[in-house]
């Protein structure tokens, strides 16, 4: 007898066998529940390579004892091309318990001869349907692991029998082995020509540009009868446009650098007299390319997160906002509809370090402390990184079901005398950013948001803000704002990848204030309560185009009704590359 064919017969018991057991395992589906598990097996080898399968069950002792079952199949679209890494550890597939009566025949797959791989979501799906093309996978990955196992001249005594029968499952299937390595070859060319014309090793470049075409109508608010004023917003067109370089240096942690350059999305704060009217992407009279956010995340083991960033760390990046339906670069363009402003808004551009640890799938504990980012890296008295403007926030994410998520969070912010704050994050009315105008405050916001998808085409949002502010120099006076929204999304509205958007809210408002300006003068609180009224359709052109229509109202401006309510209308177009 050759060397070669004495190795094979060493290595070939328990590895054929335990393969072609989880073969019948995965093929049970398509089965007759009245067959034995014996006459299982024989019916899918038999089928499959036109051979007896008498003397493989014969080394099945606990095939041949297990009940029979009748699985629930599972619908996974275009399963093999889901297929993640091969796993190293029996325990790395959620859905397999050493109960399972093909627990020992997938552990020595997986931890002896590592040819068994997951999906993306960490499961088996032992009971879902095998298709050829999968079991031409697995033949082609166990064949090759015993070529590597014959080179070294090690295994188990095997009989010429088992040989015989995975030479006539490879002549079974040699059209699909063909195929299957014919895509690795393909894949294997394609992968070394990106390789060669890559900028970047370790990173990734994507980006967006945004086309707005907009225009308000209404009188300017002033606080005062509307007819006194003109509307002061002439109709506009301008841009901006963000690259964002991801880069990775482990696979699983990364630097996020983004450069931004437009021609500065106005701020229609001084055109209409009420910040109630701005964008979400206003750039605040900036110009020119600049550096919008360095931020840096990396896991700790497999259930915590942590962020560092120099330049805009803002809360929405590491706490969920529970919004997404409606917010993000493709859903509402007001600034107050994208979420609560007094959570995810401090009022300046971040600087500092935020942590996340997810403690299972129903809960999630988010914490950050941020500063303002130019005021961090200044010495001087009243600056620095726990001297700043700052804010300290944390959140508890529940999720009772995969429906709805419920976001409880706290966030205490400081804000030093003259440093030109805003405490509502350029939301709401002028006393609500400002209730003490540039005197020290000290404010503590709670926050309470849900997203309930109700079903595919339909999800129902919302939150409520209350803040309590206090004035830490000069007198000792008390603020109390609030806020809130209901949000109404319509996924796949006309056509997939569209969505509708409703939003109906209460900007930022001091409902009461001990501070006067000046003896006698009137407190600094809001006598109205202004409305936001808004609605927005993205229609999705192709994956890298969209187009959004959006209108939103204000009523009774500055939460003052005498002031005439004011219309904002734009049209964004959307690039992402």
Same mark, same amino acid.
């Given at each position: ?6 190795? @094979? ?5 328990? $590895? ?47 095939? +041949?004892? +297990? &009940? =029979? ?45 590592? !040819? ?32 590597? !196992? ?22 079974? $299937?040699?059209? #699909? ?28 470049? =994507? ?28 109709? $506009?067109?301008?841009?901006? =446009? ?20 437009? /021609? ?27 550096? /919008? ?21 803002? &809360? ?8 997404? +339906? ?18 995810? %808004? ?10 996340? @640890? ?21 010495? #001087? ?47 709401? +009315? ?44 000069? /007198? ?33 408002? =001091?409902?009461?204030?001990?501070? %006067? ?6 407190? %600094? ?53």
């Amino acid at each position: 007898m050759s060397i070669v064919l004495w190795n @094979y017969l060493l290595v070939i018991p328990t $590895f054929f066998s335990s393969l072609l057991f989880i073969y019948s395992v995965e093929a049970a589906a398509e089965v007759p529940a009245n067959l034995t598990s014996t006459e299982k097996l024989q019916q899918d080898v038999a089928e499959t390579s036109g051979i007896s399968a008498q003397e493989i069950v014969q080394n099945l002792p606990a095939l +041949s004892n +297990s &009940p =029979v079952v009748n699985p629930k199949v599972e619908k996974v679209e275009n399963p093999a091309t889901q297929l993640t890494d091969q796993v190293t550890s029996v325990s790395q597939l959620s859905d397999i318990r050493p109960t399972d009566w093909a627990f020992q025949a997938l552990q020595s797959l997986v931890e002896r001869y590592g !040819v068994i791989a997951g999906y993306p979501d960490g499961k088996f799906l032992g009971n879902r349907a095998l298709t050829r093309y999968e079991f031409a996978a697995g033949l082609n990955a166990a064949l090759d692991r015993l070529n590597e !196992v014959i080179a070294s001249n090690t295994g188990d005594l095997v009989r010429k029998e088992d040989l015989a029968t995975l030479q006539k499952l490879q002549e079974q $299937f040699a059209t #699909e082995l063909t195929q299957l390595r014919g895509r690795l070859d393909t894949l294997e060319t394609r992968t070394a020509e990106v390789e060669a014309n890559q900028f970047s090793t370790t990173t990734k470049l =994507v980006g967006d540009a945004i086309f707005v075409a907009a225009d308000t109508f209404g009188d300017r608010a002033n606080n005062t009868p509307a007819d006194d004023t003109d509307d002061r917003t002439n109709t $506009f067109f301008s841009y901006r =446009v963000r690259l964002n370089l991801q880069t990775s240096f482990t696979g699983r942690d990364q630097l996020t650098t983004i450069l931004t350059a437009g /021609s500065a999305v106005p701020n229609l704060t001084s055109t209409t007299g009420t910040a109630m009217t701005r964008f979400t992407f206003d750039t605040d009279g900036r110009e020119g390319t600049y550096l /919008s956010q360095l931020v840096y995340r990396f896991p700790i083991g497999q259930n915590a997160t942590v962020w560092v960033g120099t330049r805009a760390l803002q &809360p929405a990046i590491f706490t969920p906002t529970l919004n997404a +339906s409606v917010g993000g670069l493709n859903g509402a363009l007001s600034r107050f509809a994208t979420f609560n402003p007094t959570i995810y %808004r401090p009022g300046f551009d971040g600087a500092g370090a935020a942590f996340a @640890y997810k403690f299972n799938n129903q809960l999630q504990l988010n914490l950050g402390y941020i500063t303002s980012d130019n005021q961090a890296n200044r010495p #001087e008295d009243n600056n620095g990184f726990f001297n700043a403007n700052s804010l300290a926030l944390t959140q508890l994410t529940y999720s009772p079901s995969r429906r709805l998520d419920i976001g409880f969070s706290y966030g205490r912010k400081y804000f030093g005398t003259g440093t030109g704050f805003n405490l509502t994050g350029g939301t709401g +009315s002028a006393f609500s950013r400002n209730p003490f105008e540039q005197n020290a405050t000290t404010s503590d916001n709670f926050g309470l948001q849900f997203n309930w998808r109700t079903s595919s085409r339909f999800h129902l949002g919302g939150w409520f803000g209350y803040t309590l502010a206090h004035q830490d120099n000069g /007198s000792d006076n008390d603020a109390t704002i609030i806020n809130a929204a209901l949000t109404f999304a319509f996924p796949d509205l006309g056509k997939q990848g569209n969505v509708g958007g409703i939003i109906i809210g209460i900007p930022p408002k =001091v409902t009461s204030n001990d501070y %006067r300006p000046r003896p006698g003068a009137a407190r %600094r609180e809001d006598p109205d309560t202004s409305l936001h009224l808004e609605a927005f359709y993205t229609w999705r052109v192709n994956d890298n185009i969209r187009i959004t229509p959006s209108c939103f109202l204000i009523t009774k401006p500055e939460h003052n009704d005498a002031n005439d309510p004011i219309w904002v209308g734009a049209i964004r177009t959307t690039f992402s590359f």
